[in-house]
Structure formats: C-alpha cells, structure tokens
C-alpha cells in the first residue's frame, strides 16, 4: 500500500522485497548446508576458525536486533534525510542484511561448512546486486529527496 491506501498490483513494497531476499538467502543456505553433508570438505583448519565464527554470530545476531530495533520506531511524519540516520542505519543503509550474513558466515565458520561459507557469499552478491537495487527504488519513490540525500551520504 502507498500514499493514499490504494493496492496497484503492479507495484512490489518493500517489504515483499525483503521477504524475497530473505528466502533467497535461506536456499542458498539449506543448499550449502546439503552440500557439505553430501560433500563433507573440511578445508578451513587452525583453531580460531570455531571462536571466530561465534564472533561473527553474536555480532550478526546483535546487529539484526539493533536495526529491528531502530526501524520499529521510524516515524513517517516530517521526513528529512536525518530520519533515517538513526542507530544502525547511521553506518550502513542495510544493517539487518550485514547483521544475516554476519549470522550465516559465522555459523559456516562454526561448523567449519565450506559450502555453508560459498552459498552465503553467492546470496549476499544476489542480494546486493539485485534485491537492494529493487528495495532502494522503492524507498527512492516513497520518500523521495529526503531518501536519496541519506542514500549518497551513507553506504550500503
């Protein structure tokens, strides 16, 4: 729904887009996952591999939070480009995508999951190159100058 509270069907939210990419991310994952029980490659050896992986775990687990956190009190009245620099979304335009793969990287590392580590790697190029292009048009027609000030002043 935009503006007015009419459905066009033609138009794609944002929020479809998310759940878009996040299903996504979940088939390459439960792909890689498959992958490394079929062929089980333990190529990542030394023994901070597993405590770098928990680091990369509580990291995406707490960042996931923060962002949901910070975009569950987004006011929709009086945008500026400030309103969006807020918590997270300061740093980066997409934190609870960083925060997924920071998850799904370190949960790789943990098991020691080649395939794991690859597929998260491939989604997250799908990701970045085709689903934030989509979800940032969206933003770019929905808030208009206010979002594409925040979009050159901060990063994906």
Known sequence: MYGGGTKDPKRVSVHRVLVRSYYTSLLFFLIGVCLDMIFRLN???????????FIFLIAGTWLIIWA????????NDNITS??????????????????????LFGFGLVINAIFVLA??????????????????????????DAYLEYKKSVHT
Request: charged share 20%; hydrophobic share 40%.
């Open 68 to 75: 949901q956190h910070t975009s569950r009190n987004f006011q």
């Open 82 to 103: 400030e309103s969006f620099r807020r918590g997270p979304y300061s740093f980066t335009r997409n934190p609870t995508y960083w925060g997924l793969y920071l998850v």
């Open 119 to 144: 597929s998260t790697i491939v989604s997250f190029f799908i990701t970045k190159f085709f689903f934030l292009k989509q979800e940032e048009k969206i933003l770019a027609e929905k808030y208009g």
């Open 43 to 53: 190529i990542l050896k030394g023994v901070m591999i597993a405590p770098a992986g």
